[in-house]
């Protein structure tokens, strides 16, 4: 009987499908801002970020509903919730960067910022690895705590990025009184900055659900 009731319900494994979903489309809008950020075709990819940036609302508010109408999730209702918001707070950030590069004109990036950029490709792979593993939490338990480890790992390389970027900047714009030029680099750096803290976020809400169900 109880066989025939959870056939009924929404499955359990559709949310990792979700999960994967998402993750894939965050790969993509990394992707996207790092060849932005080496100056391939800037404004065809800040669009494609836009568009992918919709894509993952689109989940994310997918994965919301089904958390509310599923009498069986895989593990914590709340967990699901914090970890996919905290997956589309990393994109959110990127179209964030975008309306920056956009509203300032810039087409053009300095190589810090193209490193950082790597770093945020670097996140992006790490955390769909992450995902792609959480249908089976026990099994994976330590690969996935290396994973949030790995991540800490770019989160504190990508603050030596930012923290040389805003030296480099003032160095080369503090000197001739072309205040505009900091303002908006260091505007930029920042940023990027937040994309790869966002994905440090995930990977702490990763490793709670190891905690948890581990």
Known sequence: MMNIFRKLMPQEDRFFDMFSKHSKTVVSAAGALRDLLNGEDVDQNCRRIITLENEADDITREVLLAVRRSFITPFDRGDIKDLIQSMDDAIDMMHKTVKT??????SSFDPLMQQMGEQIVNAAN???EAVSLLNKVGTNAQRLSTIAEEVTRVEGRADE????GLKDLFRRHGAKGDAMAYLIGSEIYGELEKVVDRFEDVANEISGIVIENV
Request: proline share 0%.
């Open 101 to 106: 590069i956009r509203l300032f004109e810039q």
């Open 161 to 164: 990025l930012h923290d040389e």
């Open 126 to 128: 790490l955390i769909a």
